[in-house]
């Protein structure tokens, strides 16, 4: 039998810790509308359910973490290799950034399909044989993998991906991708509001 509105609220409130009294603060209604939801006493209005779903969303972001979200290993390219290998490993695994490591394995810079656009257009043919290190852009944000989801997705708003690091490692990245893939995959905090 289907999970009712009542039960998935129910549900999704206890996954991020919420009593129906902060849940009722956070969505801008009161706590009693909230417990006749979860009963099953009311059909909210369509308005009513976005809003606790925005909130229901919100507070889990927050409460989940990074590492639940990256791909690890992280695949680099050396900062000496030539910018040919750096598109060859973009096109084997589909990659449009590649972070770029010095010899010791630090983060120095990002290799961008844009930053190797712009170089062969401005220097032809040859930039395929010089090094990473010519053609790099800033590196990518890095978090801790404790830090929080809502955090991230804040941070991939202006950038491409996310690198996660533990005690000073690179232990994974995180991508628009991997987040928009886990959560259709999850079926997400949504549903059809049609005729509710």
Known sequence: MPESIGERIRRLRLAAGLSQRELARLAGVSQSLIAKIEGGKVNPRVETLERIMRALQDALSRSEKVEMYMSSPVITVRDTEPVRKAIEIMDKYGFSQLPVVDSEGRVIGTVL??????????????VLEEPVSTIMEAPLPQVDSSESLSRVIQLLEN???VLVVREGRLVGIVTKIDILRRWAHAGGLQWNLRGV
């Open 113 to 126: 399909e844009s930053s190797v656009l712009r170089a062969l257009r401005s220097r032809g043919m040859r």
């Open 159 to 161: 950038s491409p991906a």
